[in-house]
C-alpha cells in the first residue's frame, strides 16, 4: 500500500471523533493537511488546523500557515505562546525542546478539547526518531500521535507523497524554531531571536541559491551556515553581507567552512560529527514540534 493510503487509513479510522492537526507550514504537517483535506471529500468530518506563534518562529511563516489553512479550506486556529516567560525554556538548556513541546502541546490539546476534537496529530516522521529529539518524549507523554512517524514514513518518502500530489511545496526547506540558532546555555532573549531572524533573511536575499542556510548566533559573533556549494558566493558577497549583519548589531562575522549542518549546535554538545537540529520547533521547514 502506498504511503498515500496509509495515511488516509490512519486518518479514516479516528476521523468520526475529529482531528485536530498541530501545523506548523512545513512540508511535513503540509502533507498531512493535504491527505486530511482529501479524505474530507470523501466523508466530511471535524477537522482544524492549530499554529504556534511564539517568539522563537517568525511571523510571515505563520501567516503562511494560516493561508495554506485557508486554501484548504480548514478552520485555522492561531495559538500564540510566549514561550520565553519560562525561564525553564529562556535559558536553553539541552532538553529545551521537551519543554517547549510540553507547553506548546498542552495549548494544541486544550484548543483541540474546547472544539470536540478527540484526536492530535503532529508532523514528526521516521527519520526524526532516529536523531536528538527530546521533544517526541513531551508528545507521547502528553498522548498526541505522530501518523508519518508510526507508519515508518520518512523524510524523503514525505517529499515523494507531496510530488505524487502535485504539491508545490514538496522541496521546501526545513526552517527549525529560531532557537536552535544558539548555543546551550544561552539565555534566549527577544532582541537575539529578531536579530537572528533579521540576519537570515539578509542572507537569503544577498544569496539566494542557498536554500538550506543558518545564522548561528554566539554574542557578538555570527556564524553562516551555508551548503557547501555556496560557500564561494558567501565570500563574493562578503561587503553587502558583512555590513548588514554589523548594521544588526553583531561584531564578528564568520564563515563556516564545514558549510551548512542541520544541528550542528548538538554535534558541539555530544561531540557527534553528525545530527540533526535539536528542536522540532518548526517549523521541518518549521517544525515547531
Not at 495559538?79 to 516567560?85: F, S
Amino acid at each position: 500500500m502506498s504511503g498515500y493510503r496509509r495515511l488516509k487509513e490512519f486518518f479514516r479510522s479516528r476521523a468520526a471523533g475529529g482531528i485536530a492537526l498541530a501545523f506548523s507550514g512545513g512540508v511535513d504537517s503540509l502533507l498531512l493537511l493535504e491527505v486530511l483535506r482529501l479524505l474530507r471529500q470523501e466523508e466530511p468530518f471535524p477537522l482544524a488546523a492549530m499554529t504556534i506563534h511564539s517568539p522563537f518562529h517568525r511571523e510571515e511563516e505563520t501567516a503562511a500557515a494560516g493561508e495554506a489553512a485557508a486554501r484548504a479550506d480548514v478552520e485555522w486556529v492561531r495559538i500564540d505562546c510566549d514561550l520565553l516567560a519560562d525561564p525553564a525554556v529562556r535559558e536553553n538548556p539541552p532538553d529545551r525542546c521537551y519543554r517547549c513541546k510540553r507547553r506548546i502541546f498542552s495549548s494544541v490539546l486544550a484548543e483541540a478539547a474546547a472544539r470536540g476534537l478527540r484526536t492530535v496529530v503532529d508532523g514528526t516522521n521516521a527519520d526524526d526518531l532516529g536523531v536528538w529529539r527530546p521533544g517526541v518524549r513531551a508528545l507521547r507523554e502528553l498522548g498526541v500521535l505522530s501518523p508519518l512517524a508510526e507508519l515508518g514514513i520518512s523524510k524523503a518518502e514525505v517529499r515523494a507523497i507531496a510530488a505524487e500530489l502535485g504539491m508545490k511545496e514538496a522541496d521546501k526547506p526545513a526552517s527549525p524554531c529560531l532557537a536552535t540558532r544558539f548555543p546551550y546555555g544561552t539565555t534566549l532573549t527577544p532582541e537575539a531571536l529578531r536579530l537572528v531572524a533579521e540576519g537570515e533573511a539578509l542572507l537569503r536575499q544577498v544569496v539566494p541559491e542557498a536554500r538550506d542556510l543558518r545564522l548561528r548566533s554566539s554574542g557578538e559573533l555570527a556564524r553562516i551556515e551555508v551548503p557547501l556549494a555556496q560557500l564561494q558566493q558567501v565570500v563574493a558577497r562578503r561587503e553587502t553581507i558583512v555590513s548588514g549583519l554589523k548594521q544588526l548589531g553583531f561584531v564578528y562575522i564568520t564563515l563556516d567552512l564545514e558549510g551548512f549542518r542541520s544541528g550542528s549546535m548538538d554535534r558541539a554538545k555530544s561531540g557527534s560529527t553528525t545530527g540533526k537540529e535539536s528542536s522540532p520547533c518548526q517549523s521541518d521547514s518549521r517544525k515547531f514540534f
